[in-house]
């Protein structure tokens, strides 16, 4: 999954209205999130906002657990923000995957709604493993703004839960995808 990655969008996506708009950071997001994505050894994850209020925040949660005294008091938590990239827009990691890896990536939308043409997660870990690199989109509020769904390569089918709420935090999104994608695994 070394050519698989990550980008949490907080820019553009919607809000409950279904308007346009730009989502705050959460700590919480990125700490789990990029442990998520040590845990199943992504290359990257990416957090793409274009405030540079959010933008200083995170650098600052970014420095204290890479270089600072988070650094040395969990070890496993800097490995894992040490996947955080930092970018304004997805334009941006989008270039910054394509210079890292040699070619465009293939972008995979999120979304807790079914459409027509989703696929399955086993067609996804498929193109996870297939050696291209890979990038999963996932929005912050109530998801990935019209526009981020419609320029994506493809679009992978929501998470099914067992009634009519389908409304997970976006990390625990991730870890469930990511998890799925991965490969299968026995029972133990």
């Known amino acids: 999954m070394q050519k698989v990655a990550v980008a949490l969008i907080h820019h553009p996506v919607v809000d409950k209205n279904g308007q346009t708009m730009t989502a705050a950071v959460t700590a919480l997001d990125l700490h789990d ?29 970014i420095d204290h657990w890479v270089t600072g005294y988070g650094s040395h008091y969990n070890p496993d938590r800097q490995a894992a923000l040490a996947l955080i990239r930092l970018k304004p827009s997805l334009a941006a990691v989008i270039d910054d995957l394509a210079q890292a890896q040699g070619r465009r990536p293939r972008t995979v939308v999120t979304s807790a709604r079914l459409a027509q043409g989703d696929l399955s997660y086993a067609q996804v870990r498929a193109l996870a493993s297939d050696g291209r690199p890979l990038l999963l989109l996932f929005g912050t509020a109530w998801g990935l703004a019209p526009e981020v769904l419609t320029e994506a390569d493809y679009r992978l089918a929501p998470i099914q839960g067992v009634g009519d709420y389908n409304h997970l935090a976006v990390r625990s999104a991730v870890s469930i995808i990511l998890d799925r994608i991965s490969g299968e695994r026995e029972e133990r």
Not at 38 to 49: H, I, P, S
């Open 33 to 61: 999130i990029a442990r998520a994505a040590r845990t199943f050894g992504l290359g990257a994850f990416y957090v793409v906002t274009p405030l540079q209020d959010q933008q200083i925040l995170v650098r600052q949660i």
